[in-house]
């Protein structure tokens, strides 16, 4: 069950969402629509979820964590149109409902995520607050870092390469860390840099939580890719499998996937644990991720 806390951010990064399409000008109707169509058709929200509970668990307020909260959500939309296409996974369904492309057309959801991309680091870049500029960089230093060529961009990358090919653990684990990973913990140093804390021993503490659950998050998909179904999951059952991905049952088998989904569950409890804050709300959330079934 999720925690009571993840409908609240929920609802709060809908309305925020909603706010800033509203706020987009409307010179080009049909890639508006597309673009809001991807990122306010529902979803997890984890990424801001992260924001939000860490930046809470800080001591920040939530207006001044809305901004890095939008942002990367965006950034992860745009990630999601993209990862739909056929040059890539090639998908019909997302989240229950037809991609960005099949929506639309190729064409437009290439360019709504072009879109949702640059929208990301203008939040970032106009966000209101008493932030010192030199924090306001690092936050859009960090989530570019996250979705490019040392982030998301690699992992996808190596996803492809090894497409209908066998590998090792090593190979999956930096995939899944760069794919997944990074923007999830981006989401959680994002959080910290909203506040005008100075202790690198929290920092790497987050960090250390956040690489274990983004790591866990991952592990558990690919094992729901074979135990749930389309109606549940929001997108076709088993299509990791049909396209000869690679996963962590294909590579240790469905078992030993599912021990190492909670091996990585307790690593990320344990990097809470050095926290002298009340963790409670973040620990309801990685038990969360591990049980979920879609």
Same mark, same amino acid.
């Given at each position: 069950m999720a925690p009571e806390s993840l409908t609240l951010y929920q609802h709060r990064i809908e309305q925020q969402l909603e706010? =800033?399409? $509203? $706020? *987009?000008? !409307? +010179? $080009? @109707? =049909? *890639?508006? !629509? $597309?673009?809001?169509y991807s990122l306010t058709n529902g979803g997890k929200r984890i990424r801001p979820f992260f924001v939000y509970a860490c930046g809470s668990m800080l001591g920040v307020p939530l207006t001044q964590l809305d901004s890095a909260a939008c942002a990367i959500e965006c950034l992860h939309s745009y990630s999601l149109i993209h990862d739909d296409l056929p040059a890539m996974d090639n998908d019909d369904l997302r989240r229950g409902k037809p991609t960005c492309h099949k929506a639309f057309d190729e064409a437009t959801a290439i360019l709504a995520g072009d879109a949702l991309q640059t929208l990301a680091f203008d939040i970032l870049a106009t966000a209101e607050g008493n932030l010192s500029a030199e924090r306001k960089l690092k936050r859009i230093s960090l989530l570019a870092k996250a979705s490019g060529i040392t982030g998301m961009c690699a992992g996808q990358a190596i996803d492809l390469a090894h497409t209908n090919q066998r590998t090792d653990l090593a190979t999956l684990e930096q995939m899944h860390r760069l794919k997944t990973g990074a923007l999830i913990e981006c989401a959680v140093q994002l959080a910290y840099y909203s506040s005008e804390l100075d202790c690198p021993a929290t920092l790497h503490a987050l960090t250390s939580f956040a690489s274990a659950l983004g790591l866990a998050f991952q592990v558990q998909d690919d094992i729901l890719d074979? @135990?749930?179904? +389309?109606?549940?999951l929001g997108k076709p059952q088993g299509s990791d499998c049909k396209a000869n991905k690679l996963t962590y049952p294909a590579l240790l088998g469905l078992e030993e996937a599912k021990v190492k989904a909670k091996q990585l569950y307790q690593d990320a409890l344990a990097a809470l644990s050095s926290l002298a804050y009340d963790t409670d709300e973040l620990k309801a959330f990685a038990h969360y991720i591990i049980a979920r079934k879609f």
């Open positions: 706010l =800033r399409m $509203a $706020a *987009l000008p !409307q +010179t $080009a @109707e =049909r *890639l508006h !629509q $597309a673009m809001a074979i @135990e749930s179904d +389309t109606i549940v």
